[in-house]
């Protein structure tokens, strides 16, 4: 392989990467956007939702067989199911937390992420599920990089997703009601604003997201593990604080600036691969120290 | 009247701890078994448990030792080094005469110092780090290969294979470190070369980036030193990468699971494993009768878990007393006990004297003995 | 009192088992009252705990078994260790939002945990072996009734400075910036500052547990100071009372008691930890056991 080989490569690995951390960081960014929570348990919905995919496409791969339309089919039904989650999530553990100290939602926030990880871990008895789809290597060559069928299929969904979602959250008045709850909540509730249904609506689109992107990896990696989605979620809050926390065009910049860093991270050979996590965090504590807005955030002055 | 709560409280847990250490019901020969039974290795520990207890009934329906029956209490060390502490004191207040245990090395490290200064003799059927050796006090013994004797198994096939470039990933926990590294040490000593030495991180998904790191290095094998979980999502991630050569995975993992995972791609993978009840014909009986017992079929460290015990109860009887200390020389003394899983005789250092590696590969889905 | 007393006697009657269950609760004491100086009294969010704990532990492993040093010389070492862990992750990152500093003592854990992974000092993965036990007046703690009363000692210490920071002039000072950190400002207390304080302290707590903990165990591995562990001490200071020394007491005294009396629950303890941490925030944010508030 010659270095351009690598390089082309590697910016391939970093690609596809990237567009799972974008994907999961859009749903930290909403929610940090509309009520300034730091979702710890978003990780989770992200292996929640795998698990559920993974549930579904068992259950109807007698049906459909494990073709492309069943794992679609599973797909949309677990992000209805995850979202649903999502929202109820936000009732029972977030809602009546509103008004109390930051600390205390916070913490909240983390023993909803233990609630579901540890249950998910009792259920499977900490076991990994295969996630078996038999999709084949099959691919294209592009010059000496090899690029399966697999994995452009993954990113051209994860991009139409993110399409989508930035149309909805420009061109609809609930897009629109989501940017004025972020400036004011107070003030689009004397407008006539329902705010807790479009406080719901983002819980829903983010868990949404993250089931989409744990279905994705369930099919791309071929097995799911009760804990795969605390790495995740902290990697992908980084990519949402890299492209400014709040911002959604941000968070689909910062994944892919994320998936990119780590991709040609491992390739600088002073830092070895045992060295490769104090890199992105610290990464990410240099960045929330002398530039917390990221790269497409709005300056905010604020504290607590 | 909150305090009382409180006192009453504290009162009824340690009650209720002071029941549990003295559950220990009065019999004729004590032996503490310490395996995990409580969390990640919980599967395995359990295993291990229930071939020691067969192993148990099968002496005590034979008479037992010296005219005792035996009657075994398990320490929960949940593979955790703190616990593992809680249950070796356990093991040690409950005047056991003996310990069978050890599967997680990070745990069984500092329960040898609390059996040690106990003089209590221990057999450690599967814990097998190098880091053992040396903390040993001399009244444990070692019946799993240790690390060097897989380093060698896996030389050797590598030579034999005519590997010149070698990759090395571990996973950054003790076990898969210390097989790394000193597989690193002999084979830059054989004046080979290392051309990629690596680490994973536990749980995480996407290897790509140091898949095209490690094949722009062009080594003709690769070898996993860690367990089965993520070992899979490599072995799976290479051969999507395109690469074709050689790929060994150590004794953690060998597990269905990595085939079942890894699906096509671990084809042709080779892995060294320590002998389990599959491979060996003389533990047939052995098999048979765990499954009508457990009705579950003995997972990876069932042979040598019931070969320590039986080994145990073998060396008290040659002591020919519950002594402690004449059960530790009986114990050194050895000489090719004839366990399921091989012969079993002790080095110097305790250890194992006859590496019992076995070398298995991926055929059709499963793993089958190469050789 | 009359508890203190309880303690002190227990060793007399009970089993090696229960003693290193007891001490082991102990131990937690002291971590938990360290977090609790962080979370409860300066209400910030600390996830990366573990970190302070482990530098005191590799601190006191590291001068033992690689340089001879006496034991007792290490604990002001890892003192002073610990205190410049606090200000270096403390000093830059206290002015930050609370949720991210949440996130930032989460990332500092983990890189102090894959350095001690990753260095040859601290042992690799393995982790250091043979650390010595300590001597005090000719005697070597070595028994489980000796690190008992270590412990005890240590917690009643923790309790006792717990106590009286909590009626200084730094603990009122810490009430008012967690209650209305913009009022406190305006009242000339030093924001920033009194954080640091809060943060350096509950960073000593940490170090000098550590160190009796590398002592106690005479083996430490990076494995010991996940993340998990942070999360598992932060449990004990919620399940109690955030900011209540007895509550916090209860807390670290549930977290150990609790695996060991409901072994067959077996991996169900996070779960149910979890969901009593979960309704606890919701419907009793106080803990278990409050303290009346004036």
Known sequence: MSNLDIFLQQLANGLILGSFYALVALGYTMVYGIIKLLNFAHGDLYMV????????????????????????????????????????????????????????????ALAVSMVLSNTVMALTNGEYKAFITDLGYDGVDIGNVFVTYTQIVLVVSAAFLMVVLYLFVHKTLYGKAMRAIAIDQDACRLMGINVNRVIALTFFIGSALATAAGVMAGVYYGSIHFAMGFVIGLKAFTAAVIGGIGSIPGAMLGGLVLGLLEAFGTQIPAIGTEWKDVFSFGILILLLIFKPTGLLGKTEIERM | MKKRTMLAAIGGALAGLLMLGQACVAADLKIGIMVPTTGSEATAGKDMENAMKLAVSEINDAGGVLGMQIVTITGDDACDPQQATAAASKLVSSDVTAVVGGYCSGATLPTLKIYGDAGIPMVIPAANSTKLITANPGNAFQINSTGFDQVNTAVDLFKKKGVKRLAIIHQGDGYSEDLARLTREKWTGMGNEVVAY??????????????????????????????????????????????????????????????????????????????TVEYLPAAKTFADNYRKTFKQNPDAYAALAYDGMKLMADAITRAGTTDKKAIIKALAETRDFQGIAGPISFTDKNTLAKSNFVILVAKGGKWTLYQ | ??????????????????????????????????????????????????????????????????????????????????????????????????????????????????????????????????IERPHFFGMELSGIHHFYYVFLLLAILACFISYRLQNSRLGRAWQYVREDEDAAEAMGI?????????????????????????????????????????????????????????????????????????????SMRMLVFAIVMLVIMLYRPEGIWPEKRS
Do not use: H
Request: net charge positive; with cysteine.
């Open chain 1, 49 to 108: 939702g795998s698990f559920v995919g993974f549930l579904i496409l068992s259950a109807i791969s007698g049906l459909l067989g494990d073709s492309w339309a069943a794992i679609l089919c599973s797909m949309v039904l677990s992000m209805l199911a995850v979202g649903l989650l999502g929202v109820l999530i936000q009732r029972v553990a977030y809602q009546p937390m509103l008004s109390a100290p930051r600390l205390s939602i916070l913490i909240t």
């Open chain 2, 198 to 275: 690596e680490v994973v991180n536990k749980g995480e998904q996407d290897q790509s980036a140091l898949v095209t790191r490690i094949k722009s290095k062009r080594p003709d094998a690769v070898f996993w030193t860690a367990y089965y979980a993520d070992g899979a999502m490599v072995i799976k991630q290479l051969r999507q990468a395109g690469y074709r050569k050689l790929i060994a995975v150590g004794d953690g993992s060998n597990s269905p699971k990595l085939l079942e995972i890894a699906g096509r791609a671990a084809e042709g993978v080779y892995c060294f494993s320590n002998p």
């Open chain 3, 190 to 266: 030093g924001r920033v500052s009194v954080k640091l304080y809060a943060y350096v302290i509950g960073a000593v707590f940490g170090g000098v547990a550590g160190c009796f903990f590398a002592a106690k165990m005479t083996a430490i591995s990076p494995e010991t100071f996940t993340f998990t562990q942070s999360v598992l001490i932060l449990l004990g200071v919620v399940l109690g009372g955030m900011g209540k020394i007895p509550g916090v007491i209860v807390g670290a005294f549930a977290l150990v008691l609790f695996p060991e009396v409901f072994r067959d629950l077996g």
């Open chain 3, 1 to 130: 009192m009359v508890l203190a007393g309880v303690a002190m006697v227990i060793p007399l009657v009970a089993s090696n088992y229960v003693l290193e269950v007891l001490t082991n609760a102990w131990f937690y004491t002291v971590l938990c009252l360290g977090l609790n100086i962080v979370v409860g009294y300066a209400g910030l969010l600390d996830l990366g705990y573990a970190a302070f704990f482990a530098v005191g532990a590799y601190t006191t492993g590291i001068l033992t078994s690689q340089f001879g040093v006496n034991f007792w010389l290490t604990i002001p070492v890892a003192v002073a260790c610990s205190m410049l862990a606090g200000i270096v992750i403390g000093g830059p990152t206290l002015r930050l939002r609370s949720d991210y500093l949440a996130i930032v003592t989460l990332g500092f854990g983990e890189i102090v945990r894959i350095v001690a992974r990753n260095l040859k000092i601290t042992g690799g993965a393995s982790g250091l072996i043979g």
